[in-house]
T-cell receptor, first 108, second 115 residues
Framework: GESVGLHLPTLSVQEGDNSIINCAYSNSASDYFIWYKQESGKGPQFIID?????DKRQGQRVTVLLNKTVKHLSLQIAATQPGDSAVYFCAENLKLVFGQGTRLTINP | DSGVTQTPKHLITATGQRVTLRCSPRSGDLSVYWYQQSLDQGLQFLIQYYNGEERAKGNILERFSAQQFPDLHSELNLSSLELGDSALYFC??????????????FGEGSRLTVL
């Protein structure tokens, strides 16, 4: 079920390290997925998307991996920078409810 | 700048009062979505409109209502406000219903504080 009401999970990484943020989705019929980044005090912004006919898609410093067998998405951020500090949400097109989100904190 | 405009940015009111939040979607977008985000929590979907008609409903309280007007702007009405209604309210828009594909474009949010 939805985890609305729980505090966000957190991930702390050292600056320069790679970050991996995970997300489980629920609807096996969903065929389009998006990762959003929400910086403090702002609305979520699009980072990268992937269609279900792909397993992997790369952007600038970000990679999304899709495992349809276990209904799992991951977002990899290479060489994490202070500006990457934010809450990251995944979304699937057949559900309007976002995932719980993960707060990424960068340690200097 | 996402192109989605929300007003007001901040609003402070008292319990029992009623407020209206306004959203202007990106030019050309037909779909509008409302989300509630309480402190340090995820985005809770409230309601979606497409071209003036309600398309999907989430966990929206009966005290809350929304509509999308012919010019495609939308309003979210919150009444009989309670302390727990204090939150950031986000509006998002998209050209077509999200159930297809394509991203949602979010506004900067309206921060509601109920005292």
């Amino acid at each position: 079920g939805e985890s609305v009401g729980l505090h966000l999970p957190t991930l702390s990484v050292q600056e320069g390290d790679n970050s991996i943020i995970n997300c489980a989705y629920s609807n096996s019929a969903s065929d389009y997925f998006i990762w959003y980044k929400q910086e403090s005090g702002k609305g979520p912004q699009f980072i990268i998307d992937i269609r279900s006919n792909m397993d992997k898609r790369q952007g600038q410093r970000v990679t999304v991996l899709l495992n349809k067998t276990v209904k799992h998405l991951s977002l990899q951020i290479a060489a994490t920078q202070p500006g990457d500090s934010a809450v990251y949400f995944c979304a699937e097109n057949l559900k309007l409810v976002f995932g719980q989100g993960t707060r990424l904190t960068i340690n200097p | 700048d996402s192109g989605v405009t929300q007003t007001p940015k901040h609003l402070i009111t008292a319990t029992g009062q009623r407020v209206t939040l306004r959203c202007s979607p990106r030019s050309g977008d037909l779909s509008v979505y409302w989300y509630q985000q309480s402190l340090d929590q995820g985005l809770q979907f409230l309601i979606q409109y497409y071209n003036g008609e309600e398309r999907a409903k989430g966990n929206i309280l009966e005290r809350f209502s929304a509509q999308q007007f012919p010019d495609l702007h939308s309003e979210l009405n919150l009444s009989s406000l309670e302390l727990g209604d204090s939150a950031l309210y986000f509006c998002a828009s998209s050209p077509a219903p999200f159930q297809g594909s394509g991203e949602l474009f979010f506004g900067e949010g309206s921060r509601l504080t109920v005292l």
